[in-house]
């Protein structure tokens, strides 16, 4: 069973305080009760009381993998390939699990992109070969339909019965269970519909692509029924309740970036956990800030608005030596935090079927943090507006995803792209003749818009790089990059999203949150248009409409905000623009 130890610091015996008013307000057995009360004084409040259905998933998810088995057992010799089309809670859960727990399964590819860049580069799929599976909980996700309609014109280019090559994973009744039916999918998978995205790991939208993957599904939940079990136990001895009070009052002291430090073994978790606690904490003005992959500092470079979880092997010591480079198999990093005055969390964990205990002690500490909090943390009240805008953006050129454009004020898409940086103006756009221009129209311009940006950072705000970009090995090396710089400049917190990806997990926090996060919006031209079947829009519409409609957004909800055009070749965009931020430091 997973350890959870706990170094509070000065906040020690609020978390203890927060413990014993738990215990005497008897808050475990009212978890279980699925008593709403515990975080609204309306038990009627929407996405409340119908969604606990995550604590009955240990218990109820073993007896269900008859058929998840059988279709693993059923999958014909010639198929090479498991690629996964998904959003959020929905698809990050069974990458986790097929990079912690890897099998003799189907290699697994998630694709969670709509950047037509990023769609060449799977051209090297075979969909012969291939299964996809598609998951979406409300089954109209237009991102994950828009891939789907995609990858099954490939796959229906190829083979006779494009239906066999397909999966899908979505409440019951849906319209994605509809289309699957219809169009003779190998499968259909219907999870429960009480259980929320960002929390259905252990629900057939995370159990069927890791069992595919080749994943010891069956351990992987025997050590979720012993930390539900180990949850029911009183606040002070209750790992998951523990989390949640630390995570709370770390949170109401100031402390409310919470910093993940994971060995190799265990590094892929930081960004499941990243949109578990952002989605449901960043709302009403509050929220805690997930930071799963910025750039190392030294300890006394921190502010004091970090707490650090460090995930690490317990029993072994050669191999945490080895995890982290010690000679003594100690976590030096977590030592030398504690030193300089930060809290710590270190969670260790002997197997990593213990993966299973994991999702489910922080999915009752988030919870739980919401309590803390005051706030209802299963519902995402300031996404839709991003995507109202963005449908609007649809309208406006012409293309529709079917939603309604209406809305009390109209998204000016032209004004929000000549209030851009442009970082790549010699270079022709797509659409538009080159020359555009040899030389940018106001170099000093430029490089005040980008120190004034910055000097509106304090220290206990967090820079959130929000990259509308293709990805690939050459942009995360510049991006890390520039999450360096960001951090040398401002001495914030900063953290890296690709969109539309992010939507669906901190764009909550971004809008809702407690307004100390600084966005940095990265697009590029996106190239040629990449067309969505059976529609009458590309994926590079799409993808525009989705990052204007969010910055619009984010504008509406007065946050600060700067928009920049980077790509070009070997990076050009992104190099000038780290130079930019180095050269205001």
Known sequence: MIEIDLSAGPHAEDVERRLREWGAEDAVARLWRRDPTLWSADPEAPELADRLGWLDLPETSPANLDPVEALRAGVPFWFTDLV???????????????????????????????????????????PANTIFVVASKSGTTIETLSLFRHFWSRTAEVVEDPGAHFIAITDPG??????????????????????????????????????LAGAQVPALLAEAVEAAD???????????????????????????????????????????????????????????VPVASEPPREPDEYGEDRVFVGLILAGDAAREAEQWGEADGTPALLDALEAAGHPTLRIRLERPEELGALFF?????VAMAG?????????????????????????????????????????????SEADEIDLVW?????????????????????????EGFLAAVAPSDYIAVQAYLAGGEEEEGLLGTLLAALAGATGATTTLGYGPRFLHSTGQLHKGGAGNGVLLQLVDDAGE????????????????????????????????????RVGGPEGLGLRRLIQLVEESD
């Open 426 to 450: 010699e270079l022709p756009q797509f659409g538009h003749a080159p020359p555009r221009t040899p030389v940018p129209p106001d170099v000093d311009g430029i490089r005040a818009r980008v």
């Open 529 to 564: 248009h990449v067309h969505v079947p059976e529609t009458e829009f590309t994926f590079r519409q799409l993808i525009r409409a989705q990052a204007l409609g969010d910055i619009e957004a984010l504008g509406r909800c007065g946050r600060r905000t700067l928009r920049v």
């Open 84 to 126: 996964l089309l998904g959003m959020g809670g929905s698809s990050l859960a069974p990458e986790v699990i097929a990079r912690t727990m890897p099998g003799e399964g189907l290699p697994l590819t998630l694709v969670d992109t709509t950047h037509p860049g990023a769609l060449r580069d799977l051209e090297w799929l075979r």
């Open 230 to 288: 180990t949850c029911k136990d009183e606040a002070q001895h209750n790992p998951g309740f523990l989390l949640g009070a630390a995570l709370g009052e770390f949170a109401l002291a100031g402390r409310d970036k919470v910093t993940f430090l994971a060995g190799p073994d265990w590094e892929a978790f930081p960004d499941w956990a990243e949109q578990l606690i952002a989605e449901s904490t960043g709302k009403d003005g509050q929220g805690i």
């Open 371 to 415: 309590a803390a909090l005051g706030i209802h943390p299963f519902n995402q009240p300031d996404v839709e507006l991003a995507k109202r805008l963005a449908r609007q953006v649809m309208a406006g050129e012409g293309a529709s995803d079917g939603g309604s454009a209406d809305d009390e004020r109209a998204v000016d898409a032209t004004a």
């Open 361 to 365: 002690v922080w999915e009752v500490g």
């Open 174 to 211: 849906s319209p994605l269970a509809e289309l699957g039916r219809e169009r003779g999918f190998r499968a259909v998978f219907e999870a429960p519909s009480d259980v929320g995205g960002r929390f259905s790991a252990l629900s057939p939208f995370g159990l069927v692509p890791a069992a």
